[in-house]
């Protein structure tokens, strides 16, 4: 079925603009036109429209109601199968801009919580027996609804006992630590303290959902509405969107790190360069976020359930305070991680470079770290990052390296503009990625320099954090056979183009409607000159190297519904600076001494157990078996945390350019020897630094 009706878009010079005459119009009517007006712009201007039919409302359907309760926490069997009569009717609805089901399962919503909120209390009342033997299973998706009220309250006895289980466990291992003469409390006291804590965590979550607004519902339905298209393309009310300005904006306070919204967590999907959270280097992306405790307070606040604008809130705060934030790492340890709250260090984002030399391996290498593609389009002569990459390129050439080593690991993305220029930096002229729109012909971007500021070896680093405007340069100079590209099983796979459209723009007065919110949608895919697109693929590396998460699933194919990956035609490429014909070779001989090496199978056997215990998601209630299985995975943790060592005969330096730079301020000095001693440790770079030798030893530069 199609978009029917008067509202349409049409794009020009990048501006949505709508010529509709509206009535007044009262709260239920204004919001069938924000349902016609999203689904018209995504229509017109989605890189690839769907069809509104059975099968659209089937993933709507699914994907609201694993929002709605993916951890079966509010709804019975009873209530699902009075949603389940809509299954089939959400396209139907949203065309007509109707909100049948939507109003439905707001009041089946309403009267779960209702229903939850009047027995928490009791299950509370009275302390748990942690000698029963008995199961909890955290993963929603692994649990059917409960069939009736009985069964529900079941599941919050669990619920309730496995979070004062948790907090219990911690008062007991911290009254270990006392020291002799402090007073100690008696496992009852500790007990009581725990379901208390629990109570008032309880007593937050129900006071705040107690004050959700309609508006804010709304978005979550129309979001998954939306997120069938694909998982970047989504709904913004006013205020959402002014969260996510803020969050894209280089003013970042707090402890630079970007969130997402993961079933009942929040979950690290982002570390900022230069932030406190980088230089601290505890937090990791894709750690989940289960309580928040400012300096001032004795105890945390578990922000499991909490809406993500308020766990931001909670986690920001004034430059030089500190934050504690308990995290769950991916193997399942429980981890307290405190940093203390600064502005971003911009100058962490540059580029910069070092000399490594390792005697009788590779030596006078020159390394380059790029975390992002940056771009200052706001002022004349801002700052480009292939601007910069060509400065250290030609520092490094000064000191007549042969070798370079562009490293591109957690580098998410960026400005388009610079990836052509900077691929430019290692080709001749040439093209660098195809762009495409919908129903449009490909436009190739296309690097007009002629020069070749580098001419020698080139190994690029990678990782599946590397997105976007990484996985262009890295797609475009595996295909012209300029560079080797290094890293884990396939980069991040993120191929499409967003933009924002201010619904407002579509209605011409009429102010009374307003302000409806922004529409994100994918506009565009990237593809490779070779044709293929970099979307959910990413680009697999030339040479694999195995990470913790070597057998998980991550990037853009983790998501749900994410645009597929296809190709267009290739265009005309080649290049004559460098030859990689020895390629098999050099990749065969990285497996065996990745085969060999005891530090790369460690890291196998973690990323095994990382998996294994992402499988497991089923926890004991019993405090002997939970402790027990506690103190393992503390241990095993231990036994990974210290696996990387100084290497023997690398050797790490800065550029002597770089020094007075270095030296101007006390900041600077310390974070630089952070820097220094971290690639020191770096077991990837090493191996990098091995297969620099293997294509010493072949012929490379073309003739």
């Not at 497991?616 to 405090?623: E, G, P, V």
Request: hydrophobic share 35%; charged share 35%; aromatic share 8%.
């Amino acid at each position: 079925m199609k978009v029917r009706g008067s509202i349409f878009f049409s794009l020009i010079a990048a501006v949505v603009t709508l010529g509709l005459i509206l009535p007044n119009y009262g709260d239920e009517q204004k919001e069938t036109v924000l349902m016609q007006t999203m689904l018209s712009g995504l229509e017109q201007l989605h890189f690839a429209p769907i069809e509104l039919d059975d099968d659209f409302s089937k993933r709507a359907y699914d994907l609201y109601l694993d929002r709605m309760d993916g951890g079966r926490r509010w709804l019975v069997q009873e209530d699902v199968d009075q949603l389940a009569k809509y299954r089939l009717e959400l396209d139907n609805e949203a065309l007509r801009g109707t909100y049948d089901f939507f109003d439905l399962s707001e009041q089946v919503l309403n009267s779960g919580i209702k229903k939850v909120e009047g027995f928490y209390k009791e299950l509370l009342a009275e302390p748990f027996n942690f000698t029963k033997s008995e199961m909890i299973e955290l993963d929603g998706d692994k649990k059917a609804f409960p069939k009736n009220d009985e069964e529900l309250k079941d599941n919050w006895r669990k619920s309730l006992k496995y979070e004062t289980l948790t907090r219990y466990f911690d008062k007991l291992e911290a009254q270990k630590e006392l020291k002799e003469g402090e007073e100690k409390k008696s496992n009852k006291e500790l007990e009581k303290e725990a379901r208390e804590s629990v109570l008032d965590m309880y007593d937050d979550i129900f006071d705040r959902l107690g004050k959700l607004r309609r508006s804010d519902r709304l978005s979550d339905y129309l979001n998954a509405l939306t997120n069938v298209y694909d998982p970047h393309t989504g709904y913004y009310a006013p205020k959402d969107k002014e969260n996510f300005d803020i969050s894209m904006s280089g003013a970042l306070e707090g402890i630079g790190a970007r969130l997402q919204t993961d079933g009942d967590y929040t979950k690290v999907s982002e570390i900022v360069p230069g932030g406190p959270a980088w230089k601290q280097k505890e937090l990791e992306a894709k750690d989940l976020i289960t309580a928040v405790k400012q300096e001032d307070e004795e105890e945390a606040v578990n922000v499991t359930g909490f809406r993500i604008d308020d766990v931001v809130k909670l986690i920001r705060g004034k430059k030089g305070t500190k934050v504690t934030l308990t995290i769950k790492k991916v193997d399942g340890a429980i981890k307290d991680i405190t940093i203390t709250r600064d502005l971003v260090i911009t100058d962490e984002g540059y580029a910069k470079s070092l000399i490594l030399d390792f005697p009788g391996k590779a030596e006078n290498v020159g390394y380059i770290k790029l975390p992002r593609f940056y771009a200052d389009f706001n002022r004349r002569g801002g700052r480009s990052c292939a601007t910069d990459v060509a400065k250290e390129l030609d520092k490094l050439k000064e000191l007549d390296v042969n070798s370079i080593i562009l490293d591109l690991r957690n580098n998410g993305g960026g400005s388009l503009r610079d990836v052509v220029k900077m691929s430019g930096l290692f080709i001749e002229e040439g093209p660098i990625v195809q762009v495409k729109g919908r129903g449009k012909s490909p436009e190739v971007l296309e690097d007009h320099d002629d020069r070749v500021q580098f001419d020698g070896k080139l190994i690029v680093m990678v990782n599946q954090f590397s997105a976007s405007a990484s996985e262009i340069l890295a797609a475009a100079l595996q295909d012209y056979d300029r560079a080797v590209i290094v890293g884990s099983k396939s980069t991040f796979g993120k191929g499409t183009v967003q933009r924002f459209i201010d619904l407002d723009r579509a209605i011409r007065g009429y102010n009374e409607v307003k302000p409806l919110g922004n529409l994100k949608l994918t506009i565009q895919k990237f593809y490779r000159i070779d044709g293929g697109s970099t979307q959910l693929k990413g680009v697999e590396p030339d040479i694999i190297l195995p990470d913790r998460y070597h057998f998980i699933d991550v990037g853009e194919r983790d998501h749900d519904f994410p645009m597929q990956w296809n190709k267009i035609d290739q265009i005309d490429y080649g290049q004559s600076v460098t030859s990689l014909d020895g390629l098999e070779n050099w990749r065969k001989a990285s497996e065996r001494r990745v085969k060999n090496d005891k530090t790369f199978q460690l890291v196998l056997e973690n990323a095994q157990r990382l998996k294994d215990s992402r499988e497991d998601t089923d926890y004991s209630l019993n405090l002997e078996a939970y402790a027990k299985e506690m103190n393992r995975l503390e241990e095993e943790s231990k036994k990974y945390e210290n696996m990387f060592e100084e290497i023997e005969g690398l050797s790490v330096k800065n550029l002597e350019a770089d020094m007075e730079h270095i030296n101007a301020d006390e900041s600077r000095i310390e974070r630089n020897k952070e820097w220094v001693k971290s690639v020191k440790k770096d077991i990837y770079i090493n191996e990098v630094l091995s297969i620099l030798k293997d294509m010493d030893e072949a012929k490379y530069a073309k003739e």
